[in-house]
């Protein structure tokens, strides 16, 4: 990579990024397109959050991706929202339009783009952890139709803020509870989508998972993590291993990667490039 005084910088905002596959990812499709940018991960500490979004106004930065735990902290440093931000109250990309920061969201859309090539029924959800991809996703799925969405956390008052959120919005049955197996066990019965919203699970802790087993889940219930890295969660491996259909995390990662370059660039991102670097990446 040849960085010289034209160079500009995208980057990667949250703290801790060491399982981040974001600057990999993005620096190899970059070199690919030949474009004179480079993406940088900044493992921005709390206190430091609001100079770290002027940062990207000061140095001129094209924008930067947002990620764990900063998705709905930064939001009041920003001076715009897109449709979907709004909707959902999180943001996981900041654009730069000359010194005017605008938050997205491409976190719901991502889900949607990976979880499409499935056949399940728009019944009833389980998300566990109420976090900004949580958010996200579901906004996306109430959006799409699903008629039940069963929210966890082990925060209960963060469950019931979002579900209260919601439901100001989409008219499905929404229902907050705080985490445990026993509630896991029970609404997830007739749950006809699992998804892991939690960093329980995620490089380095590979042996931790938000539950402790999947007895009772409907035979055609589909089981997603997105978690990407591993690429295999220790919740996936517990799902298949019952023979339950499984959806990792990296589709989803790829999705809403491809959707930030073409925020940020105004270009079409080479999807199945991108698919293939970051599987490299995580070899």
Not at 63 to 68: K, L, R
Not at 122 to 134: F, K, Y
Not at 186 to 198: D, F, G, P, Q, R
Not at 237 to 255: I, N, W
Request: glycine residues 8%.
């Amino acid at each position: 990579m040849d960085i010289n005084p034209q160079t500009k910088c995208l980057g990667i905002f949250g703290n801790p990024l060491g399982h981040s596959l974001s600057p990999l990812l993005h620096n190899r499709t970059l070199q690919h397109l030949d474009l004179n940018y480079i993406y940088l991960p900044f493992e921005i500490e709390p206190r430091n959050l609001r100079h770290a979004v002027n940062a990207v106004r000061a140095l001129g930065m094209a924008g930067v991706n947002v990620t764990i735990p900063y998705k709905e902290a930064v939001i009041p440093y920003l001076d715009e929202m897109s449709q979907d931000a709004v909707a959902c109250q999180s943001v996981n990309v900041i654009v730069n339009r000359g010194g005017w920061l605008v938050g997205h969201n491409t976190d719901g859309a991502g889900f949607m783009k990976a979880l499409s090539p499935f056949q399940v029924k728009r019944n009833g959800a389980v998300l566990i952890g109420c976090g900004g991809a949580s958010r996200a996703i579901a906004c996306q799925l109430a959006r799409d139709g699903w008629r039940r969405l069963i929210l966890l956390d082990i925060d209960w008052r963060r469950a019931l803020d979002l579900a209260e959120f919601l439901g100001r919005q989409y008219s499905c049955d929404i229902k907050a509870l705080v985490m445990s197996q026993e509630s896991f066990a029970l609404e997830s019965e007739s749950a006809n989508l699992i998804v892991n919203c939690t960093p329980l699970g995620m490089y380095p802790h590979i042996d931790q998972c938000p539950v402790e087993n999947l007895d009772g889940l409907e035979p055609d219930a589909l089981v997603c993590d997105i978690i990407y890295n591993p690429q295999t969660t220790r919740l996936l491996h517990m799902a298949q291993e019952a023979g339950l259909a499984t959806l990792d995390g990296l589709s989803m990662f790829v999705h809403q990667a491809a959707m930030s370059l073409r925020l940020w660039l105004d270009i079409e991102p080479p999807l199945e490039f991108m698919k293939g670097a970051a599987a490299d990446g995580l070899r």
